[in-house]
């Protein structure tokens, strides 16, 4: 039998429709005995003095990011930090939801912590770029600084390739980010964190080319880190201060691991069913645990029992078919 809370929770979902995920939140909520709503965050709005059209939640988690304009990204970053501001939980923080969603800025942290990533530059001219490449070695992965999913990613082997590339980025007006080609044996890592301890984990095989992104064609298998990954893993989320993070390890062709990258709206679509792991309903738990016994507060009420494996039944009668991680 489902332990409820003692008290509801009333949390929004931020993201562009009820997809899978915002579903599957929905549904771990009903079960811990609260309520989750998918909030549209193009339809977010905010009101001096009045506040935001968010304030009446509990708590929020950020499922997606949508595409915007520059002001209209700005906006929905400040309407969530105003919300932080006003002692509303908002999973993942604003400031390592800004970190993250910046290829950049994530490396330029994870670097800044001691922690090992493949040789970058990021520059905003063709010239400077193909000068890069050459020093990388001649053989590099070119990102958008924005994306996800393995979306856009392109790896350039040959000069007249690379200045056709370049061009075109830079006719664009594209940041141009660019990583040095790591030889790995076909697999990375996707470890999941919350709140400083390792959820799940799993082993991406790749499967079209060279990229394991489960959206690319990638198989996922379940995967028992060891400490040395779980040390590597916690670190990264910590160095951008992600609550919950999907992070990316690949191998190094000298032994240990790249930190490739940290999602900081990290998936769990491939995940949960490859872990049987209720990565939904741990998340919530993290909320309602925040939310209900803050440090330092008042004795903490009952809570539901976030612990509970994935289940062939836990969203829509039936195992979610493999989707982007």
């Keep these: 039998m489902t332990k409820i809370a003692a008290k509801s929770l009333r949390i929004g979902v931020l993201s562009c429709g ?5 579903r599957d939140l929905i549904r771990a ?10 909030v549209d965050f193009r339809q977010v709005y905010a009101a001096v003095p009045h506040g935001t059209s968010l304030d ?46 910046d290829k950049y800025l994530a490396s330029a942290r994870l670097e800044a912590a001691g922690l090992p990533t493949p040789p970058t530059v990021v520059c905003q001219g063709a010239e400077a770029a193909f000068a890069a490449y050459e020093r990388l070695g001649g053989d590099v992965v070119v990102k958008p600084l924005f994306g996800s999913e393995g979306r856009g990613m392109m790896r350039v082997q040959t000069p007249d390739m690379a200045w056709r590339v370049f061009r075109t980025l830079e006719r664009l007006q594209a940041v141009l980010y660019l990583q040095r080609f790591v030889s790995h044996p076909g ?37 028992a880190p060891t400490p040395e990954e779980t040390t590597l893993a916690l670190a990264a989320a910590g ?54 016994c803050p440090p330092g507060g008042e004795e903490c009420p009952p809570l539901a029992d976030a612990a509970a494996p994935w289940t062939d039944s836990a969203t829509s009668g039936r195992t979610p078919p493999a989707a982007p991680s």
């Design 18 to 22: 009820a997809g899978w995920h915002v």
């Design 29 to 38: 909520a009903g079960e811990l005995g609260h309520v989750a709503e998918a």
């Design 56 to 101: 009446g939640y509990d708590a929020v988690v950020v499922r997606t990011m949508p595409p915007g304009s520059l002001e209209q990204v700005i906006f929905r970053m400040d309407v969530l930090h105003q919300l932080e501001r006003r002692g509303r939980l908002v999973l993942n923080p604003p400031r390592a939801l800004e970190i993250c969603v």
């Design 187 to 223: 697999w990375d890592l996707r470890i999941f964190v919350l709140a400083g301890q390792v959820v799940a984990a799993m082993r991406r095989v790749a499967g079209r080319d060279w990229r394991t992104n489960i959206a690319q064609g990638g198989r996922a298998t379940a995967h």
């Design 239 to 292: 160095a951008v201060g992600a609550v919950a993070a999907g992070v990316d390890l690949l191998p190094r062709p000298e032994g240990g691991y790249y930190v490739l990258e940290v999602n900081a709206v990290p998936g769990w679509r491939a995940l949960a069913p490859a872990t049987k792991t209720d990565v939904a309903r741990a998340l919530l738990g993290h909320v309602q645990a925040a939310c209900l």
